[in-house]
């Protein structure tokens, strides 16, 4: 039986030491008809990505979930990454997710 994660906050912890940094919140949302299976967040001016927040879950196709960075750092500006169990991966660099307030994964 599959796991449908719905209503789940996700929390990311990075190793960074930016003390007056405030967690950033956003939704998600899949728009496609793919369960996304793997969703990665990271720092534009990273290079690499971040570990897998939906930990062994997904998110099934029109469904949303709120998302928490609590990263520490003092930035907006992220890259993003969705892989899909047909096998698809989306990537999206430079988003601004304090002004986004949400981001969908459509086809």
Do not use: H
């Amino acid at each position: 039986m599959k796991k449908i994660v719905a209503s789940l906050t996700l929390g990311l912890t990075l190793a960074a030491s930016a003390a007056s940094a405030e967690d950033l919140e956003f939704l998600l949302i899949n728009e496609t008809s793919a369960d996304l299976v793997e969703f990665n967040v990271s720092p534009a001016s990273s290079g690499s990505w971040e570990g897998n927040l939906l930990q062994g879950g997904y998110l099934a196709p029109d469904y949303e979930i709120d998302v928490l960075i609590a990263d520490g750092l003092v930035t907006c500006v992220y890259d993003i990454r969705g892989v899909f169990d047909d096998g698809s991966a989306v990537e999206d660099y430079d988003l601004d997710l304090c002004d986004l307030g949400e981001y969908a994964f459509s086809e």
